[in-house]
Every structure is written in C-alpha cells, then in structure tokens.
C-alpha cells in the first residue's frame, strides 16, 4: 500500500478546489477535489466552565485519532460585527442630550462607530478528512471528548463551510 504525500502546510487548494457536498447523516461533507469528503466544526470555550484546558483537551483528541487519519486546525482571524452593532443599538435607546455640545459628540461618537473597522474574533476550525465509517463514529463523539476539558464542539453546517471557503480563499477584511 503506498502512503499519499503530506500535504504541504498552509496549501488551501484542496480545500477550496472542491466537488460540492455530500450529507453524512446530520453533518455537511465538503467533497474535496481529490475525492476526500471533509468534515468542519468550530471548537468553542465553554463560558460557564472555568476550568477550560484546551491543551488537555487537544491532546486526547489527537490521541484518539487513528493512525493516517488527517485533521487540520486552523486559527482564522474572522471578521466580528456583533460588538460593533450591539454598542450602536444601545446607543440608538439614549436619549439626545439636551446640551448641544453633548448632542454634537453623541452624533460624532456614533459616526466613528458606524466607521469604525469591524474587531476580529480568533476562531478555532477543526477540518477532517474523513477516512470511512469509523471516522464519522469518531467525529460524532468529538463534542463529548471535549466537553470533559470545558471545550465544546460546534458542527458545520453547509452554508458555514462555504462562508469559511470564501474566507480562506479571498479574506477580505471587509465584512459585508
């Protein structure tokens, strides 16, 4: 049986050169353009465990894995609009200063927000190359593997795995 050669790290090609999708139950298989179908979820802290060991928890996630089996983790910088809206609809329920000189610096304090760059959130992607049925049994127990280290899991669904391509693949900074 011959190996298949590494791939080489960072090479998005095979992830963004891709056949379409193919549904493995409840999760959205992106079909790469080698034939390989690939899984995705987010890996999220739990915010109501303080004692989140993401470390740990890396750890016994690798060391269940089979050999040859591949996963990719990728730490993307994504483009984060909810604290930028969330501070413009509070500062929608303020009532206008009846002091102009304050008026004048609410309107300019909202218009730097509404200008403002969107802050980035660091975002942990889990991308699997599924190796057969024993690989899906594993993928599906990947959010109770964690949970134990205060991680959750968040599946991809197919809309996600396209917005997460179009990221990698063209990542403007603008959010649109």
Do not use: K
Not at 56 to 71: D, F, I, K
Not at 83 to 104: H, V, Y
Not at 146 to 153: D, H, N, Q
């Amino acid at each position: 049986m011959m190996a298949r050669p590494a791939a080489e790290v960072g090479a998005t090609h095979t992830f963004v050169l891709s056949r379409g999708f193919v549904h493995l139950g409840n999760h959205a298989a992106l079909i790469g353009e080698d034939g390989t179908r690939r899984l995705f979820a987010e890996v999220v802290a739990d915010p109501d465990r303080p004692e989140v060991r993401p470390q740990e928890a890396y750890q016994a996630l690798l060391s269940s894995m089979q050999p040859g089996w591949t996963l990719r983790l990728l730490q993307l910088f994504w483009p984060d609009p909810e604290p930028r809206l969330t501070f413009q609809r509070q500062a929608q329920t303020w009532q206008s200063p009846a002091n102009e000189g304050l008026d004048i610096l609410l309107q300019g304090l909202s218009l730097a927000v509404q200008e403002s760059p969107l802050p980035f959130a660091r975002r942990t992607v889990l991308e699997f190359v599924l190796p057969g049925e024993e690989g899906t049994a594993w993928w599906e127990g990947l959010a109770g593997l964690c949970a134990g280290f205060g991680l959750r899991i968040r599946f991809f669904a197919q809309q996600e795995v396209e917005e997460l391509a179009r990221w990698v693949l063209n990542p403007s900074l603008e959010y649109r």
